[in-house]
């Protein structure tokens, strides 16, 4: 079971479920989504972030600032944006990769998968949280549909993997039909708002 900590009350999910965190801009949707990161690395897990809205140095500092150094911790990114927005230098490591933009949804796999390679055999992470942030940015760049057949296979894979996949969408960025459509990828959803946050999982994933 995956401890989704403390924020959510004490909630736990089975190993392959996939989890949407969806909510209106500033309510907290990406600092939640890293506190359950963070939750899997004191438990000893490895952690993947997927990065289409912020460069991957970026992304390194915000959880660096709330969770304290990554060290040698198992924590990946893929980035999505740096060779897009040509940010700086691309420098690949083990577990740092880079895509090529949001829209190049065959690379964002590739990279993912070398990442969760690398920590099967070279760390011996058996389990992994991975964090696509956001799917809103993938519609941007793409469309609904070809969205939905990437996410259909991103999430067969975390559930092959015995993974946990946390998801984000701004709920204010798209009409009913296009949240319906993505929502039924997902075993759970966790809504934000201002105040607090109201988890809604489905069968037997709590």
């Keep these: 079971m995956y ?3 403390p924020r959510l009350d004490g909630h736990s999910v089975n190993p392959g479920s996939n989890i949407l965190i969806t909510g209106p801009p ?10 359950i990161l963070s939750q899997g690395i004191e438990d000893e897990e490895g952690a993947i ?3 289409t809205k912020e460069s991957g140095e970026r992304i390194k500092q915000e959880y660096e600032a709330t969770h304290g150094p990554v060290g040698d911790r198992p924590l990946g990114i893929v980035d999505c ?10 420098t690949e490591s083990q577990t740092l990769k880079f895509a090529s933009s949001p829209g190049d949804m065959t690379g964002i ?3 993912l998968s070398e990442i969760l390679e690398h920590f099967y055999r070279d760390r011996n992470v058996q389990h992994n949280r991975v964090l696509l942030h956001s799917l809103s940015t ?6 609904l549909q070809t969205v939905f057949r990437f996410l259909h296979v991103f999430t067969g894979r975390t559930q092959s993997a015995d993974a946990l996949g946390i998801y984000i969408l701004e709920s204010t960025a798209h009409d009913e039909k296009a949240l319906s459509t993505l929502a039924q990828l997902f075993d759970g959803v966790i809504e934000t708002t201002q105040e607090a946050e ?5 069968g037997s994933v709590a």
């Design 81 to 90: 944006v740096t060779k897009h927005q040509g940010l700086g230098p691309a």
């Design 49 to 51: 972030v997927v990065s």
């Design 138 to 143: 993938l519609v941007i760049y793409s469309n």
């Design 3 to 5: 401890n989704l900590g």
């Design 109 to 111: 796999g590739i990279k």
């Design 26 to 35: 500033l309510s907290g949707k990406r600092q939640l989504a890293l506190d």
């Design 198 to 202: 109201t988890v809604r999982l489905k």
